[in-house]
């Protein structure tokens, strides 16, 4: 389900309590300057999914395993047989 207005937004959530309404913070830590700063939500900063590694290939990579990773292709086509 896409969300398009507050109403839909709403609609999956609680309503917030009064204590949260009224949270104020008086500053900004890194992780959330950071945060704000990488801009993640902006479409200028999304990378199309073919520059990115496979999570096979990054799994490999992280703990250096000689085999070669499964392709995109090939680990969609296992989740399919699998799940």
Not at 8 to 30: H, I, S
Not at 60 to 76: F, K, R
Request: aromatic share 4%; glycine share 2%.
């Amino acid at each position: 389900m896409r969300v398009t207005t507050p109403r839909q937004l709403r609609d999956l959530y609680a309503e917030p309590t009064e204590r949260a309404q009224r949270k104020q913070l008086d500053a900004l830590d890194r992780h959330c300057k950071a945060f704000m700063r990488s801009r993640l939500w902006s479409k200028e900063a999304r990378i199309q999914r073919e520059r990115l590694p496979t999570m096979n290939q990054m799994i490999h990579e992280q703990i250096g395993l000689d085999t070669p990773p499964e392709t995109q292709a090939q680990m969609l086509q296992r989740y399919l047989q699998d799940l």
